[in-house]
């Protein structure tokens, strides 16, 4: 089974900035997809954003398009999300996600089509 360890979250003010990072327990291939999801206090997880193998696909939630960038690094096994501009609004615990599947099956935004999980790290934006 392959393993995902987030970390990179922390307690931030409004307007600033963390970049989040996920680690995978081996070597990833060229089906690997990745992704970010969050969850707040009393809320459903929903999706962040989510990016293919060699990086040419991202997806983004409206709301964080031009704040958020989704990047991956293949040879050290780890996915990021620089967060900037952080709003209280993004406060939540954030998500790594991963599927083994073709692009053109995969519903990035359904829970049901991602395969693995991280235990999720803490987001807090303070006012």
């Known amino acids: 089974q392959v393993q995902l360890a987030e970390s990179g979250g922390g307690l931030v003010q409004a307007g600033g900035s963390l970049r989040l990072s996920c680690v995978a327990s081996?070597?990833?291939?060229?089906?690997?997809?990745m992704g970010w999801f969050r969850q707040a206090p009393g809320k459903e997880r929903e999706f962040v954003a989510a990016?293919?193998?060699?990086?040419?696909?991202?997806y983004y939630l409206d709301s964080v398009k031009g704040r958020f960038t989704i990047s991956r690094d293949n040879a050290k096994n780890t996915l990021y999300l620089q967060m900037n501009s952080l709003k209280p609004e993004d406060t939540a615990v954030y998500y790594c996600?991963?599927?083994?599947?073709?692009?053109?099956?995969?519903?990035?935004?359904?829970?049901?089509?991602?395969?693995?999980w991280g235990q999720g790290t803490q987001v807090t934006v303070s006012s």
């Open positions: 081996q070597h990833t291939s060229s089906k690997y997809l």
């Open positions: 990016i293919n193998y060699n990086g040419g696909y991202t």
């Open positions: 996600a991963a599927a083994i599947r073709e692009l053109n099956t995969w519903n990035f935004r359904d829970l049901s089509s991602w395969d693995y």
